[in-house]
Structures are given as C-alpha cells and as structure tokens.
C-alpha cells in the first residue's frame, strides 16, 4: 500500500512539474504565432506610409505571415511617438515598423529615450531622394526662379516632413549654398504639407517622388530641383542639386526595425521574409514607380550603416547650426 502511495504521490509530482514546464517561461510555441502590430510612425499619405503598406501587401500577398497584420499610423514628434510605442515593447517580436530620416535625427535633437540602434536591425531596403516643389500657381517655375525670389525676400517659408530631420537639411543645404534663409515649417504628414502649399501657407516643400508625382502630373505642384545624383527618368527638365552646385545631399533611408531585444527567431523570420518580398516584381515595380534606389543591407549590416549615418547627420546639422 505504501508503495502505490509513494508512486502515486510521484505521479503527481511528475505531472505537475510538466504542467509548470508548460506554463511560465516556457516557448508559446514556434515563430510567428500571434497575430503582427506594424507601427507607421507618420500620418497617411507620405513616402513612409506608402513603402510600409506596400511591404504588408507583398506579405500578404505572398503568404509570407500567417497571422494578422494589424497597420496603424502612430504619428507625432517627427516619429518619436511610433518608434517611442516599439521601444516599449522590448523583447517582442510582434511589433514592427519602417524607419525614415527621422528615425536617425529625431534622437539628436530631442530625449526620445532611444537612440537607432537599440532596436532589432531587419534591414535597409532601399534608399529615397527628395524633389523640391512649389505651387503650380506659383510664378517660380524654375530653381533658377525660386533662388532670385528668395534673395529678393531674404528669405522663404518652407516646409518638410518633421522637425530636425532629412527634410530640414536638405531645405538648409540649398538655402545656404544660394544665399536666402529660410523659416522651415514642420509637418507631421504629407497631406497637411500638401494643402499648407497650396494654400500659399507656405511657399515651397520638399517630397519624395512616390507621395508628390501625380501632383506634379497634374500641375498642381512645380518641381524645381531632384537630390538624386541622376535625373529622374520621368522629370528630365529638372536639374539634380550637384548640377546646382549641391553635392552631397542626403536620401532618406526605408529600413525595418524590431523592438529591442526582439527573439532571434523573429529577427531571423523577418530578415528572410524581407529578401523574399525585394526579390518579388511587386517591389520592383514600386522602386521604380516611386523613384527609390536599390540598397539592401541585412541584421548587424543595417546596425552598422545606421550608426554611421547618424553621426554623418550630427556632423551636418551642427554645421548648419541646428544641434
């Protein structure tokens, strides 16, 4: 008796212990499991929400994730609000979301709490350049037109995506090499910058080709100058800025981070998932189509072209005065 006691008790003991090993600290099973939240850190319409929800329609499209991908736009704090909400889910590899310039100035100039590469690295996909454009009702038709009206004045009122970012410089570096000021107005999306344009709010902007072209197709924006080091295909009137004397001007970068401390399972799912969906006729067709340039860099790769591209922006906004 005492020893069906004892090995009954064992029983017990042994299931309960499977049952704890099942529970607390143990794995909810393999990657991906759970359904995606995929964070927009700006409002709809600009080149990050564009290259973000094309991404999540090749996923889908091609099955790449079997749950859900939940996409919200967290704009605010020229995108220190949505990347501000991945860093809070430290450890999680169901949170996601796409970088722009933003993502390496916005800590230079403000406490954000993070800094670029204290999240998971996935990738840099491709690299994207800006036009400079005013108002088709306006009488500046070219850069030419826009630089004597701006001297005249003294200067001009202006507008980019965020405060202190991509945007700013490239407003500054042509200002600067031109001689006129400027009195940079920041937006947190590019629909709002868009009508403050066209309401003559203020008198030029700067877009990435995909989120302003059907405007200029229309004629409802002029394009002055491209920061490419080519011209675009589609706009071959208008100059790049080192023909105007402006080399160096920098792109915005459309990348892929994971929270900090992201699973490696997960890094290593999205890394793979990623290569797949660049290597699709979607995502070609799009960089075409939006005028991006091809410019893949994979997990610590991506880590490492961040840091530096941040202390390149650091140099550059110190020298313009803006840090």
């Known amino acids: 008796m005492f020893v069906r006691r004892l090995l009954a008790a064992a029983a017990v003991l042994a299931l309960t212990t499977s049952v704890a090993a099942c ?26 929400d564009l290259m973000a929800r094309t991404m999540v329609d090749i996923v889908q499209r091609e099955g790449l994730y079997p749950g ?17 909400h991945v860093y809070g889910q430290s450890g999680s590899g169901y949170e996601i979301s796409t970088t722009s310039g933003s993502f390496i100035t916005t800590p230079l100039q403000a406490d954000t709490g993070w800094q670029p590469t204290d999240f998971t690295p996935v990738g840099l996909l491709a690299s994207d ?50 001689g006129y000021r400027i009195e940079y107005v920041p937006f947190n ?29 229309a004629g409802q924006v002029t394009p002055l100058t491209f920061t490419g080091g080519q011209r675009l295909p589609a706009l ?28 490696p399972e997960a890094q290593a799912f999205w890394v793979d998932a990623m290569q797949k969906v660049t290597a699709t006729p979607e995502w070609q067709r799009f960089l075409d189509e939006n005028h991006l340039i091809d410019d893949q860099r994979w997990g610590p790769d991506f880590t490492a072209y961040l840091q530096e591209t941040q202390e390149q922006f650091r140099a550059k906004l110190t020298e313009l005065g803006a840090l």
């Open 23 to 48: 529970g607390a600290g143990a794995p909810a099973g393999p990657y991906p499991s759970e359904d995606l939240s995929w964070t927009i850190a700006f409002g709809p319409g600009g080149g990050n």
């Open 68 to 84: 859900r991908i939940l996409v919200e736009n967290r704009e605010g704090g020229s995108g220190a609000s949505g990347w501000g």
């Open 129 to 178: 350049h800006a036009l400079l454009v005013t108002a088709g009702t306006a009488p500046w038709r070219t850069l030419d037109d826009w630089v004597a009206h701006a001297r005249e004045r003294g200067s001009a009122v202006v507008g980019g995506i965020g405060t202190v970012n991509v945007d700013f410089i490239v407003q500054q570096m042509i200002a600067e090499a031109k």
């Open 189 to 217: 999306d590019e629909g709002q910058m868009q009508t403050a344009l066209l309401s003559g709010a203020i008198e030029a902007m700067v877009s990435n080709p995909g989120s302003i072209m059907g405007q200029v197709e």
């Open 236 to 263: 071959e009137q208008v100059p790049t800025t080192t023909e105007a004397g402006i080399p160096d001007v920098p792109s915005m970068p459309r990348g892929l981070i994971l929270p900090p401390g992201a699973p």
